[in-house]
T-cell receptor
């Protein structure tokens, strides 16, 4: 099956810093999503981005489908950005999302 | 508001006592799915459904049952829960045409003692 690797596994930053999270995947996909899992366990949809670039406030994401990677950018980090960020992909013809192991982001005041 | 709802949100039960976790979506999505999340193992798919009366096994179906009698509902049934089914469960739904974006419910935290 498709493999999804996220890096770095852990990231500790001071408030106000910028960060880049990476997701590599091993096959062509028709779905790629970024999620934020908050301390209460809820999965918050950040982006649906099988290709191209999107921006939403301080967050943006870019997927280069031909090179099989996606990047999530967080600018001017806030403590509320803390949590685990997951990349999940769906390969063509495969009816499920395969999740990466996540990046745990900790923002220190 | 477009959403996926799950009930209950928290449940503590005992081994062998049948339980059902409900899932409902109001987006007229054809596709629905159940995942479980465990430390160190990430999120894994249990069962999925492409439409009414169509269900199929995911990666970890043992010990679970599902049904899809109506488009909006996709309950997860544990006939005889065991402690290794203690987990955080998520229901998700998506359209099968155009966008494949999946929408997740708030999660159900299940503890089996």
């Amino acid at each position: 099956g498709i493999q999804v690797e996220q890096s770095p596994p852990d990231l500790i930053l001071q408030e106000g810093a910028n960060s880049t999270l990476r997701c590599n995947f091993s096959d062509s996909v028709n779905n790629l999503q970024w999620f934020h899992q908050n301390p209460w366990g809820q999965l918050i949809n950040l982006f649906y981005i099988p290709s191209g670039t999107k921006q939403n406030g301080r967050l943006s994401a870019t997927t280069v489908a031909t090179e099989r990677y996606s990047l999530l950018y967080i600018s001017s980090s806030q403590t509320t950005d803390s949590g685990v960020y997951f990349c999940a992909v769906e390969a063509f013809g495969n009816e499920k999302l395969t999740f990466g192991t996540g990046t745990r982001l900790t923002i220190i005041p | 508001e477009a959403q996926v709802t799950q009930n209950p949100r928290y449940l503590i039960t005992v081994t062998g006592k049948k339980l059902t976790v409900t899932c409902s979506q109001n987006m007229n999505h054809e596709y629905m799915s159940w995942y479980r999340q465990d430390p160190g193992l990430g999120l894994r798919q249990i069962y999925y459904s492409m439409n009414v009366e169509v269900t199929d096994k995911g990666d970890v179906p043992e010990g679970y049952k599902v049904s899809r009698k109506e488009k909006r509902n996709f309950p997860l049934i544990l006939e005889s829960p065991s402690p290794n089914q203690t987990s955080l469960y998520f229901c998700a739904s998506s359209s099968t045409g155009g966008s494949y974006e999946q929408y997740f419910g708030p999660g159900t935290r299940l503890t089996v003692t």
